[in-house]
């Protein structure tokens, strides 16, 4: 299995802390660091972490990265992207295309089995997986679901149904899903100029290929989009609920 994070993207900075949100500490430990523990069950063969190159050097996030888990890499992001499909095609070159993938926003904690999540996917056949949540904010992409459960479309930016993409991906086959990027950045289906990546999931359906959800518990996301949520996550992690 590849484990792929996304953490170059714009994020949230607490005004007091220069450094990026996914390195907030709260009762000692990182958010990027909980966010691998929490991957640590899946067992993948290698993780691979998009980051700005600026915050590598200035942070020296790739020694960090080693001493939280030795099986990381990371990919310097040198300059801004199009968007986070953009990003995350940067990265082929580190993945195994006949594994699964698993995709992560590196500001996004799930307080669930991951393990379990990712055994139910694969026990139902689908050839991919999102988690979801029920929202209404345009904030987040959207999922619309036919009578079998069947994710028929994705929409970015615009709420579709109640169901908002929770920012964890599963894909049966890597390759698959980075061509599946490549063909949607080919089509230029880009939301006010930037191509992300839950749009991607289109391609596949196109293909006949099956999406499945699983629907998180309240309070089992903890999205980090505004200092509000930066808020709410460190008085959780706090509390020991993060």
């Known amino acids: 299995m590849n484990v792929l994070i996304l953490a170059?993207?714009?994020?949230?900075?607490?005004?007091?802390?220069?450094?990026?949100?996914?390195?907030?500490?709260?009762?000692?430990?990182?958010?990027?660091?909980?966010?691998?523990?929490?991957?640590?069950?899946?067992?993948?063969?290698?993780?691979v972490v998009c980051i700005r190159a600026s915050d590598n050097t200035a942070h020296h996030?790739?020694?960090?990265?080693?001493?939280?888990?030795?099986?990381?890499?990371?990919?310097?992001?040198?300059?801004?992207?199009?968007g986070a499909a953009c990003t995350?095609?940067?990265?082929?070159?580190?993945?195994?295309?006949?594994?699964?993938?698993v995709i992560v926003n590196a500001t996004d904690q799930h307080h669930v089995d991951l393990a379990?999540?990712?055994?139910?996917?694969?026990?139902?056949?689908?050839?991919?997986?999102v988690l979801t949540f029920d929202s209404l904010h345009p904030?987040?992409?959207?999922?619309?679901?036919?009578?079998?459960?069947?994710?028929?479309?994705?929409a970015e930016k615009r709420p579709?149904?109640?169901?908002?993409?929770?920012?964890?991906?599963?894909?049966?086959?890597?390759g698959e899903f980075f061509q599946a990027l490549k063909d949607m950045i080919l089509k230029d289906?880009?939301?006010?100029?930037?191509?992300?990546?839950?749009?991607?999931?289109?391609?596949?359906?196109?293909?006949q290929k099956v999406i499945k959800t699983i629907r998180l518990p309240k309070d089992a996301y903890i999205p980090v989009k505004s200092a509000r949520q930066l808020d709410h996550y460190e008085q959780r992690a706090g509390e020991g609920n993060a």
């Open 61 to 82: 996030v790739g020694d960090i990265l080693a001493m939280i888990e030795p099986k990381a890499v990371v990919v310097d992001i040198k300059r801004e992207t199009a």
């Open 116 to 129: 379990e999540i990712v055994a139910r996917f694969r026990e139902s056949g689908a050839d991919g997986g």
């Open 88 to 101: 995350a095609l940067l990265a082929i070159g580190k993945m195994a295309f006949d594994e699964e993938l």
């Open 8 to 47: 170059a993207g714009e994020t949230v900075h607490d005004g007091n802390e220069p450094y990026p949100v996914w390195l907030s500490e709260a009762d000692g430990q990182l958010m990027l660091e909980r966010q691998i523990k929490a991957l640590s069950h899946l067992n993948p063969n290698r993780y």
């Open 189 to 207: 289906a880009q939301v006010n100029g930037r191509f992300y990546v839950a749009p991607a999931l289109n391609e596949l359906i196109l293909k």
């Open 160 to 174: 579709i149904s109640r169901t908002a993409n929770a920012g964890f991906y599963w894909l049966r086959n890597a």
């Open 139 to 154: 904030r987040y992409s959207y999922v619309r679901l036919d009578g079998d459960e069947n994710v028929v479309e994705v």
